[in-house]
């Protein structure tokens, strides 16, 4: 049974970082796509970065040039470095994992931070950002 485990939530005032981290568990596949997801309150659920198991990237137009996506693929481990925090980043953080069956040399935005695309979440993390 495939389990994401969500840490590194927590608050932080305007202008700070968090780091977030993903921990996948009873994964066996070798190749996969992740992503962070992020909900705040009366709001869908909107995709803020997403990346595949050979370290393509793909990000929200928002947090271009202030998050960073990485992972660890020994461990399957997924991070979530933001940096610039603002107010409007607060919310519940999400990570997604799917099997990436795919042969294309890219990762596409509209794949990767589409939330109909992943079959596997976490229970997320809290993000709170003060002005």
């Known amino acids: 049974q495939v389990q994401l485990a969500e840490s590194g939530g927590g608050s932080a005032q305007s202008g700070g970082s968090l780091r977030l981290s993903c921990a996948v568990t009873g994964y066996t596949d070798s190749r996969y796509l992740m992503a962070w997801f992020r909900q705040a309150p009366g709001k869908e659920r909107e995709g803020v970065a997403g990346?595949?198991?050979?370290?393509?990237?793909a990000y929200a137009e928002s947090v271009k040039g202030r998050f960073t996506i990485s992972h660890d693929n020994a461990k399957i481990t997924l991070y979530l470095l933001m940096n610039s925090l603002e107010p409007e980043d607060t919310g519940m953080y999400y990570c997604?994992?799917?099997?990436?069956?795919?042969?294309?040399?890219?990762?596409?935005?509209?794949?990767?931070?589409?939330?109909?695309?992943?079959?596997?979440w976490g229970q997320g993390t809290q993000v709170t950002v003060s002005s």
């Open positions: 990346i595949d198991s050979d370290g393509r990237t």
């Open positions: 997604a994992a799917v099997n990436d069956a795919r042969s294309e040399s890219s990762l596409p935005p509209w794949l990767a931070l589409n939330q109909h695309t992943y079959s596997y």
